[in-house]
């Protein structure tokens, strides 16, 4: 076996010694295959027989309980405090006789009790490299589905357009790569390239823009059939629509919107679980379930020589708990008004980060009406305050569905929200949707209105880091005090997502293993 | 109640007398809703007591079984010949002990027999606006799950670009995009445009291309998140990648199929039935079962004055069916090689359409390796012979899963895999797989390959039907001749789509429908 081997014969013979994983890492490393690099899940020593490390966690959320089942699987004496009626945070999905716990005007849902007529009033969607979110649906058996962002079928409605007619999303989006890929054609030879591009390279740019926009043999656009046609009638021939007018196309500001889809954490594939985003939740508290306390809202955090000591109420009285580590998901704008004895720098990052707005409506209709107008999943966008329209795409064809009938990140609508009555929300949500779908009242049976920033032990939704912030602090709410860190999305790059409050837990976790390592270590 | 109402009152007034169909219906009327034309189902008189009419029906593919549905409840005669061992036509799912009937070289699925181990050996997608096809799935009761085209996560390899390294579909879109939009800003205040824009059109325009490129605040292209980040870590600040080479990009031929995701029949989004796309021939045998022969092909086919004759083989024995009407949707090209007595011109048009040569690849893989690719679904794309590579978007986190190896558009590539053998085929789809995902040949199981121009009773994929065949040919063939019709998704302006099939045979029934009801009329 002198002989050299050619490096496909290397890869099988290291796939029949070490199985495919083998293979796909010696892979890796020859370096024929790009790597994605992601966080690593960090692997906690299990505790040596005798050893004893309690945490106590403060919140049950994705990132209270994602440390939660870490360190109790190693050995970790932990318990999680949630201030609220239920785990998950704001991983909500809302049924039938669930409790919208907002201040001052608390609402029980009122879905009928079917398995597709759920709503996820926090986080609905998981893309593809959300490895950690995705390993844990894996291991825990939570079954997934795709989810739908784009959905060229559905509507996009701008009073600034077309006088406020919606018109189809694959019509918008069409028309504009046509008329704008045309007018790049038309430009293109008198532009001044930083870097001159050959007689091919100028061939191949201007045939990239004929397909961009399917112009025609002239790069003229003349419409396409990419905005749909006249008819569906496949017994005739195909009938192209005539193009929209550029310049209405023009005013509108749905072109900041156009491009949602193309973003690293939207763009298509994404998915979610199949019967509600809470599946997730449900999965984690089947494994750490019974070391969980609700309804305990945590009073006081007191840092110790050698430990956290955390005093929180639970069925009348203030209760005590002390450990070795405290992981701490509580919102920080709520951590500013509980008793402490933090240092005034790391106390100081609490106020600082502002919190979203973000607001959404569910409508139970009693007909999935968008299907007739060929519309199965996916957004339909307008300028409105209601800003979004989804249609589910679980439950297909059956006779009633869940709606979202509203989902604004602007911080000006979720104000405007936020002030009015349980029953205005869904009215002018209703109003705002009608010009989408006219007769859409007629549809609506019942509806919830989740309004974060007002939610009982939430009173925000994700923290809003801007730049400068993200500079000042970011650091010091990340690393530890003592034995106290922060988790939660909010502690981590990416709040507003799960992979982000797991992140977060990961990173505290890893730094809670080395010190029990290195104390294990200093005692051996 | 003299006062005048508003347009929502109005429809609200609607609704509460005719329900919300009257509130769509109305809407439609008033023109407050854009509508989409669709061919319209026939509504197929049924016959008087004692009235007899029958059809025989050649083909059991989708058009077959559409119209032995929509015929046999209304009371019609009907009698389905289908040359092969099973119903369906191209709608074909594989699943393990299925036999692939290819001419000369059978072969027999190997697949597990889980639930999730299946391949739509033929159509694997549903647009939204098919609206026929998807009226028969609710009325049948066909589950319907999305189906994913575009993911931003699969690859895209083509030996002319970054030396044959794949690279990742997000990359090469935002890279592509933000240079062609950096290039149009530059080119823009040169261009000469038939219709002058205002300023305010112009800072319109210039902002969309800042946001279709995602440039900066220069308008220049300096990477995207689009593109996804250098490691999807959290805990760390967010790094974009760098851009690729934009000249590197435009060698690409991939261009080219950037579009295919936009198309009015591909765009999302699109749908599958759960379990395999031939829960819908189930679905129409569950009714119509009973009518259908199998393993019986047609020898003759006669016209007469009053109906028509077939001769056909079964078990042996030539038969004879006479009825008052044929729906033929037997392949025109194999059409030619049978007796009949049809008019020249009507036979002439068999040997002028050309068909398609599609081919594809099904693969069982001990181990869904895309999915640590953070891949769960979607199209990786190449310039080799075998084009795409899916990955199912069902059965996410299972052990094992079916993925497409090959699906081929391009007659050379269909003839250069016919002249193989099934194993010579799935080894050449598994080297260039390795293209795309090192080490590819480590997991692939076992395969099945569908040349569909070489099938037992097909020979031959869509038709091919070119404007100038259109324009000669296709009248002719869509109208009857006596009392027989073509039928099929041949005889449509949509060959290849099921919906194309069930248009064809709407168009037939309704004029069978018409002829029925004016002999009722004379006979009255």
Redesign the interface.
Known sequence: MDQPVSR?TF??MV?AVGG??A??Q??LG?G???E????QRPDIAPLARGQRKSVVILGAGIAGLTAAYELDRKGYEVQVLEASHRAGGRNFTVRGGDLIDEAGQPQICRFDPEPHLYFNAGPARIP????AL?GY??ELGV???????????AWVQDDAMFGG????N?EY??D?RGF?AE??V????????D?P?TQA?YA??L???R??G?LDAEFKYRGS??????????????QRKQPLD??QL??SRF??L??FG???DQ???M?EPVGGMDRIVTAFMSRVGHRVRTHAPVQAIRLQEKGVEVAYRHKGQERIVRADFCLNSIPTQLLAGIEHNFPPDYAGVFSAIPRGKLFKIGFQA??R?W????????ISWTMQDIMQVWYP??G??RPKGVLLGAYTFSEDAGEKFAGLTHQQRLDLAIQQG?KI???Y???IENGVSICWHRMNHMLGCASQWSEPL?TQYFKRL?QPVGHHYMIGDQA???PG?Q??AI??A??ALTDIDQRVRNVALVAA
Chains 1, 2 share one sequence.
């Open positions: 496909r890869l099988h796939g495919s994983t293979i796909y010696v892979a020859m024929l295959m790009p994605i690099r992601h966080v593809g490299h959300h490895t995705l649906c894996r079954e997934l589905a795709p989810f739908i962002n784009d959905n060229r079928n007619r919606p018109i189809r694959r989006i069409a504009t704008i007018l790049m038309k430009g293109l030879d008198a532009a001044q390239l870097e591009l390279d191949q740019l045939e990239y823009l397909q961009f399917e059939t990419r905005a749909g046609l006249v008819a569906h009638d496949y017994t005739q021939p195909e550029f310049r023009l005013q072109m900041y156009m491009s193309e973003g690293d763009s298509a594939m998915m009693k007909e009406f299907e007739r107008e060929g519309i199965y999943g996916g795409a679980h297909i064809h009608e779908h006219p007769g009242r007629g549809y993200r990340q981590s790059y990416h997502w992979e982000g992140h977060s990961f990173h």
